[in-house]
């Protein structure tokens, strides 16, 4: 219970299936399956409403933050009404290990094994890039550094723009540690402070605030530009995959996992495969405006994401699995620099 601990002390310092087929059955349900959902509602919604009319199950979901949702859950203990944990990162599902059941190896293997945990405990279910999201009116994108340790640079000063809270910039931080060392990454982390980014709560403000002019550029994942392109088509902003082994390349996941002992294990085992299955993967090509990037084989992302064998070699070579560990030493070195409180 160690993780657990751990975790809910960490929070605190940051003050804040195969085929179409496999995951739908006719008829109704008593049931009601809880999820703790790390994912916004505005994202992740018609899934929930989807899986409700397809299988009859009611579905109850808590929206949170995927770092505070998690140490909810170490609290409540073997109280937590949770039967599944929705996260927006695998540091959040990591740091949970000891709580979560160990998936099927049918669910597993429809993910590559560096998109799931090591011992089945989670499993990806949507990939996501970091980028640099830049103004195009104030930026070509040669001019946009191809490293984030070119951020560092005092003619960013005022410029750059990130939401140190959210739970996959604190995945990038992780994986900046991880990748380059505790050293490093505090350097970074001051040099980066010393220039004077502007922080906001969550990916989209940012991304909002690049296409308003008021920053030029934003550390993000990929999929937000396609939020707001769709409330604003004409914004003038666009995505940099950086190039080569930088940690601001970073390809990341959201997961799921189902709680030990959750009170309603069979639907929650459902809901799992549901979101792995085909018609969900191709729900982030066809239908979803953020454009994640499907994790099963065979189904391509929207069209201008890069796929993830165009990606597999970018960003830093780190374990997922091992977020979960490291987050409590990711946040306070946050806390530290400067960027949480």
Known sequence: MKKLAILVTAVA???CGGNDEGSSDEGSSDETLTVYSGREEELVAPLFERFEEETGIAVEVRYGDSAELAATIAEEGDNSPADVFFAQDPGSLGALEERLAELPDDVLTRVDERFRDGDGRWVGTSGRARVLVYNTDELSEDEVPDSVFDLTDPKWKGKIGLPPTNASFQAFVTAMRLDEGDERTREWLEGLKANEPKFYEKNTPTVEAVASGEIELGLVNHYYLYLVKEEQPDAPIENKYLPGVDPGALVSVAGAGILDGAEHSDAAERFVEFLLADAQQRFYTDEAEEAEIPLVDGIAPKEGVPTLD???????????????????????????TGYTS
Do not use: A, C
Request: aromatic share 4%.
């Open 310 to 336: 165009e990606l597999s070699g970018r960003g830093p070579d780190v374990d997922l699995s091992s977020f979960g560990e490291e987050l409590e030493q990711t946040l306070e070195l946050l806390n530290e």
């Open 13 to 15: 310092l940051t003050g």
